[in-house]
Every structure is written in structure tokens, then in C-alpha cells.
């Protein structure tokens, strides 16, 4: 049985949470709880010393970063549909994993974090500078969504799970993309049963 340390606002953790209940794999849900900083307790820091959620434990294996986890669960259980190993279909995974990773991540915590969570301390520039970056992402994401319902092709992957856990975080700032594909392929997204169950009731609405 795997260990998941998570926190339920956490949209690294319920990427993760959304692969486990869509493909019925068991876990035991570990909460901690962000808000009241046990993610920065030496317990927490000795399974992961980012002092970042999620965390997997199977057996002797721990493993830190969302998207490594999905891609281990996904080869742990032979989850073809949501990690294909068509080439082209892989790379597009990898792809909009990285990009997700890499360029879009960063500039929902620049807006969420310090817009809604930071509450009087957060950082303006911060919250500028994730406004700028998206208003180049969306039209980016949007146009990899053109004549297809995933960002893979027809059918989910772990790659859309990964990308709107963030893009769906981005409604806690009133700050939703409105690009029509992204709109559609959310409501595509959300429609998938493990998936809406992560969603807060901010996210949702
Ligand atoms: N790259 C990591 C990021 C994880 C992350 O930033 N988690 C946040 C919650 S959404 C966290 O634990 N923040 C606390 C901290 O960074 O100290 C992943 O994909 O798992």
C-alpha cells in the first residue's frame, strides 16, 4: 500500500491524488497540514528535506516532485492510456509535463501564493510578474489544445491532470485563463471522476 503525504489545496498533491482515484489505486492519504507549517517539522523533513508536498512512499521507495510520481505509478502499474508509449504521443507527455514544470508552475504560485494565500504580505511584483508570464502562456496552452480534446491527442493523460491542477489553482485569484480551448479542455478535465474529487470548492466554481 503506498503512503501519500499530501495537503488538499496543494495542486502538486492533487495531480497526484486525481492519478491514485482515477486508476483505483489504493493509498493511505498522510494530511499535512501546509497551513500550519508541518511541512518545515523534522518529521516531515526527513522524508522530504524540500519540505514540499507530495511525497510517495512505496515500501523502501520515496519520491519526491508530483510528475515523477505520476510517471512511476503510472509504469508501477502499466497505465498505458495515461502515460502511452506511442513515441509521439510520449513526447507530447513529456513535453507539456516539463512545460508545466518549468513555465507555467512558477507563474501560478507567483499569482495564487501571494494574491490569496500571503493575504497583506504578498509580494506585488511577484504578483505582476505571474500576470505578465501567463498573458504569453495561455495563448501558448491554448494553441497546443487546437483540434484535439488533451493535450496528448483524444484521450487523457497525466500530462492534463498535471496542467490543470495548476490552471484550475489559478481560480483561488479570480484569474481563470478564458482562451476557448483551455475552457473546453478544462470542463473535459473536470469531468473526469478522480480528478473533480480533488477539486476545493474555490477551484470548482
Ligand atoms: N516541484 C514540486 C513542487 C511541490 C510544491 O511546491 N509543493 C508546495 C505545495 S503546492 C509546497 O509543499 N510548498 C511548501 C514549500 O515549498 O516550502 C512538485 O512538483 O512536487
Known amino acids: 500500500m503506498y503512503t501519500l503525504y499530501s495537503y488538499p489545496v496543494s495542486q502538486h498533491s492533487r495531480r497526484v ?7 483505483g489505486i489504493e493509498y493511505e492519504n498522510r494530511h499535512v497540514a501546509l497551513d500550519q ?19 510517495l512512499l512505496d515500501g523502501d521507495i520515496k519520491i519526491h516532485e508530483s510528475n515523477a510520481i505520476l510517471r512511476y505509478l503510472c509504469l508501477k502499474h502499466d497505465l498505458k492510456d495515461w502515460y502511452p ?3 509521439a504521443a510520449r513526447a507530447a507527455v513529456e513535453q507539456w509535463l516539463d512545460w508545466g514544470q518549468c513555465r507555467l508552475g512558477p507563474a501560478v504560485v507567483d499569482i495564487v501564493l501571494n494574491t490569496v494565500f500571503m493575504g497583506e504580505n504578498g509580494d506585488k511584483d511577484a504578483i505582476k510578474r505571474g500576470h505578465k508570464i ?15 480534446d488533451f493535450l ?9 491532470l498535471s ?13 481563470s485563463p478564458t482562451e476557448a480551448n483551455i475552457v473546453r479542455w478544462l470542463d473535459r478535465v473536470c469531468a473526469i471522476d478522480g480528478f ?3 477539486l476545493p470548492q474555490q477551484e470548482a466554481a
Open 17 to 23: 491524488i486525481a492519478l491514485l482515484e482515477a486508476a
Open 37 to 55: 507549517g508541518d511541512f518545515m517539522k523534522p518529521e516531515y523533513l526527513a522524508i522530504n528535506p524540500n519540505h514540499q508536498l507530495p511525497t
Open 85 to 87: 508509449d506511442d513515441l
Open 134 to 148: 501567463m498573458a504569453e502562456l495561455a495563448p501558448i496552452l491554448n494553441a497546443g489544445l487546437e483540434g484535439r
Open 152 to 160: 496528448a491527442g483524444d484521450k487523457p493523460t497525466i500530462a492534463d
Open 163 to 175: 496542467l490543470a491542477s495548476n490552471i484550475t489553482h489559478l481560480a483561488w485569484a479570480k484569474a
Open 196 to 198: 473533480r474529487k480533488t
